[in-house]
T-cell receptor, first 112, second 114 residues
Framework: GENVEQHPSTLSVQEGDSAVIKCTYSDSASNYFPWYKQELGKRPQLIIDIRSNVGEKKDQRIAVTLNKTAKHFSLHITETQPEDSAVYFC???????????FGDGTTLTVKP | DGGITQSPKYLFRKEGQNVTLSCEQNLNHDAMYWYRQDPGQGLRLIYYSQIVNDFQKGDIAEGYSVSREKKESFPLTVTSAQKNPTAFYLC?????????????FGQGTRLTVV
């Protein structure tokens, strides 16, 4: 089955700096890669996703890149703000699998 | 609040008891999922269902059971066979098919064994 590894497990940055979280996956057939943000005590919510037919996607301060050859994808947050502090999860899935495999999460702390 | 509702928010169980966690969605999604989240860990899949009256085991199904008699509902029973049930349980739903789409999560149920 699919295996997703996520690094780092914790990340602390100064407000205004950039943050990068990386994930690798094992199933070359995976074609959908969402990123979720979970604030303390709340539900995970999708912040951005990418499909295997594109290499990069951007939404304001958030971007995701995908390298299918190397089987890794990354989340980039620029101009970080304290409200970006949360746990971020990556996931991978493939058509017909009916389920996603999640990484273990990265706890991002943005210091004012 | 997002179309997928879990209840109760907090649940206490005595050892040896079965408990059932409720998950209801009004998003008309075919696929539903149950995940377990432990502190400092990611989401581990317990069971999932892609269609009514059908479900599959996830990675950590032992000690759990589910049913999917209605499209809107996917209850999870934590049985006495689950050796370490204290955790945060998240239900999710999504549109199935190709390509996959995002999962919408409920607010979660925090289960504590006392």
């Amino acid at each position: 089955g699919e295996n997703v590894e996520q690094h780092p497990s914790t990340l602390s940055v100064q407000e205004g700096d950039s943050a990068v979280i990386k994930c690798t996956y094992s199933d070359s057939a995976s074609n959908y890669f969402p990123w979720y943000k979970q604030e303390l005590g709340k539900r995970p919510q999708l912040i951005i996703d990418i499909r295997s037919n594109v290499g990069e996607k951007k939404d304001q301060r958030i971007a995701v890149t995908l390298n299918k050859t190397a089987k890794h994808f990354s989340l980039h947050i620029t101009e970080t703000q304290p409200e970006d502090s949360a746990v971020y999860f990556c996931a991978a899935s493939r058509s017909g699998a009916g389920k996603s495999t999640f990484g273990d999460g990265t706890t991002l702390t943005v210091k004012p | 609040d997002g179309g997928i509702t879990q209840s109760p928010k907090y649940l206490f169980r005595k050892e040896g008891q079965n408990v059932t966690l409720s998950c209801e969605q009004n998003l008309n999604h075919d696929a539903m999922y149950w995940y377990r989240q432990d502190p400092g860990q990611g989401l581990r899949l317990i069971y999932y269902s892609q269609i009514v009256n059908d479900f599959q085991k996830g990675d950590i199904a032992e000690g759990y059971s589910v049913s999917r008699e209605k499209k809107e509902s996917f209850p999870l029973t934590v049985t006495s066979a689950q050796k370490n049930p204290t955790a945060f349980y998240l239900c999710a739903s999504s549109l199935p098919g190709s390509p996959n789409t995002e999962a919408f999560f409920g607010q979660g149920t925090r289960l504590t064994v006392v």
